[in-house]
């Protein structure tokens, strides 16, 4: 279906959703990574800051989340951060979170961080909305060129192991299965025309 102006289209799309509201409830989960060290990866890579829960104890750790998961949800919070929930205490290339909440700016290559805010275990609602707002105004978004950041990256020796290996090269063959396929094998080049060979 296609739409003769943008109007239209909000137009539908409000009334498609007037469908479902009866039913909808509001997000009330905090949305977490898996653990230190996928979450710093994909806050650098988001350039986003990333709100670090830590607490030893469960009951503890359950209060935090519950009150960082209401702020999170706030306007003029929301899709601003990152956030991961740890268990005990855990060092990631010189980062160390205390108990408490932190705010973190992930450094480029997402190997570690520095924090820009943070509150022990006992935090009201009111000091945690001020740790999350001075760390979002701290946090600085440094764009980057890809291709430049990936030749960066190669120079200093980082390299990302992904959990699932990744088998799709999108195309493009690495240096060891090229060498190791001669020419007669590949089959014929697409870009020879005949008489070129």
Same mark, same amino acid.
């Given at each position: 279906?296609?739409?003769?102006?943008?109007?239209?289209?909000?137009?539908?799309?409000?009334?498609i959703s007037a469908q479902y509201e009866e039913k909808a409830?509001?997000?009330?989960?905090?949305?977490? =990574?898996?653990?230190?060290?996928? #979450?710093?990866?994909?806050?650098? @890579?988001?350039?986003?800051? $990333?709100?670090? %829960?830590?607490?030893?104890?469960?009951?503890?750790?359950?209060?935090?989340?519950?009150?960082?998961?209401?702020?999170?949800?706030?306007?003029?919070?929301?899709?601003?951060?990152?956030?991961?929930?740890?268990?005990?205490?855990?060092?990631?290339?010189?980062?160390?979170?205390?108990?408490?909440?932190?705010?973190?700016?992930?450094?480029?290559?997402? =190997?570690?961080?520095?924090?820009? #805010?943070?509150?022990?275990?006992? @935090?009201?609602?009111?000091? $945690?909305?001020? %740790?999350?707002?001075?760390?979002?105004?701290?946090?600085?978004?440094?764009?980057?060129?890809?291709?430049?950041?990936?030749?960066?990256?190669?120079?200093?020796?980082?390299?990302?192991?992904?959990?699932?290996?990744?088998?799709?090269?999108?195309?493009?063959?690495?240096?060891?299965?090229?060498?190791?396929?001669?020419?007669?094998?590949?089959?014929?080049?697409?870009?020879?025309?005949?008489?070129?060979?």
């Amino acid at each position: 279906m296609t739409y003769g102006s943008a109007l239209e289209f909000e137009g539908a799309l409000k009334r498609i959703s007037a469908q479902y509201e009866e039913k909808a409830r509001p997000i009330t989960e905090l949305p977490t =990574l898996r653990d230190l060290r996928v #979450a710093l990866n994909v806050a650098a @890579a988001d350039m986003r800051p $990333l709100v670090v %829960v830590r607490a030893d104890k469960a009951p503890k750790r359950g209060d935090l989340v519950e009150l960082v998961a209401e702020l999170a949800w706030e306007q003029g919070r929301v899709g601003r951060f990152h956030f991961v929930v740890l268990e005990e205490e855990i060092s990631f290339e010189g980062l160390v979170p205390e108990e408490g909440v932190h705010v973190i700016q992930p450094d480029p290559f997402g =190997l570690g961080g520095t924090v820009l #805010a943070s509150h022990g275990l006992k @935090a009201s609602s009111k000091q $945690l909305a001020g %740790v999350l707002d001075e760390g979002l105004e701290a946090f600085t978004a440094k764009a980057r060129e890809h291709d430049q950041h990936v030749r960066e990256a190669r120079r200093r020796g980082i390299r990302w192991e992904p959990a699932i290996p990744v088998t799709d090269t999108h195309g493009r063959e690495g240096p060891r299965r090229r060498a190791g396929r001669s020419r007669e094998g590949r089959g014929r080049d697409p870009r020879e025309r005949d008489g070129d060979r």
